[in-house]
């Protein structure tokens, strides 16, 4: 029977830790910058810039927004059955009781990507599995200290809360909501393992635990899944995790944040590459 540890701060590889300099408070999201640059870390989340400005529907601040109310109307819509008429009519009224228009455009489409999922298999399964199996927005905190031997460096509370976890068939199932269409995945693979390591956490070992994305913004809402993590890519993600933690540290400690080479910001997809490597962007632009 799967337990789900409903604790503030739950400890994992914690055992025999040595003392730690500073303790480190961070969401999985700014870990998961850090860990892919130091310097778009501190763009975002220390000087607070925007990366896109508005108008974007899959990227910037507008597109937060709308992507905060799509996976509020997944947590509080009803899982089962229904025609499409009245879906739309529930996520509607929800979209009302928060405070908002169902009628402008850009709701209308959050309307029906919150539907394509509620019509969805992975859906089905969720509504058919007893109600203390399924968690929808599991809020968690995962305390990791630097084991004896490893490099020194700060110990991490990463933040977080997991869309959905389901417990069926002897497996935990950690569900994530993009409003997106689907796309390069590897770009979610920190945050999804941060998700993994928390979920063997809270279920206390008890199961493997799988990861998946949910694209609401392609058709039919599917879901892409990764495999269980073994015991040794648990470390490796449990060491991520502190390394992201020490670059945050050093950064604040130093006020250094270094960028990383502009073929890797393209991978990045990252929106500061003109603030960041001006003269290779303006020789890209002048090539023939
Ligand atoms: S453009 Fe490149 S160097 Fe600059 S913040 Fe983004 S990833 Fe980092």
Not at 19 to 46: F, G, K
Not at 97 to 103: F, S
Not at 260 to 273: D, I
Request: proline letters at 6%; one cysteine or more.
């Amino acid at each position: 029977m799967f337990v789900i540890v409903r604790v503030q701060v739950a400890r994992a590889g914690g055992r025999g830790a040595v003392a730690a300099s500073a303790t480190i408070v961070a969401p999985v999201t700014q870990l998961a910058d850090a860990s892919a640059c130091a310097r778009r870390y501190q763009l975002l989340h220390e000087l607070g810039l925007e990366e896109r400005p508005r108008g974007n529907r899959e990227s910037g601040a507008g597109a937060a927004e709308l992507g905060t109310l799509a996976h509020r109307l997944l947590e509080l819509a009803s899982l089962e059955a229904t025609d499409g008429g009245s879906r739309r009519e529930e996520l509607r009224e929800l979209l009302r009781l928060e405070g908002e228009d169902p009628y402008l455009p850009e709701h209308a489409e959050v309307i029906d990507a919150a539907a394509a999922f509620l019509e969805s298999e992975l859906a089905r399964r969720m509504a058919q599995v007893e109600p203390r199996k399924l968690h929808r927005e599991l809020p968690f905190a995962l305390r990791l200290d630097p084991k004896p031997g490893e490099e020194p460096g700060p110990s991490v509370v990463v933040r977080g809360q997991l869309d959905a976890l389901l417990l069926e068939d002897g497996q935990a199932t950690v569900v994530d909501y993009k409003l997106s269409r689907a796309g390069a995945r590897g770009r979610y693979d920190f945050q999804l393992d941060a998700y993994a390591l928390a979920a063997r956490t809270l279920t206390e070992n008890a199961a493997p635990v799988r990861t998946g994305l949910v694209f609401l913004r392609t058709p039919g809402a599917p879901f892409v899944t990764r495999g269980p993590p073994g015991a040794a890519d648990l470390d490796r993600i449990r060491r991520g995790l502190l390394n992201a933690a020490r670059v945050l540290a050093d950064g604040r400690r130093t006020g250094i944040w270094p960028k990383v080479q502009r073929a890797r910001c393209g991978e990045l997809e990252c929106g500061f590459v003109r603030r960041c490597h001006p003269e290779e962007v303006m020789s890209e632009v002048s090539a023939p």
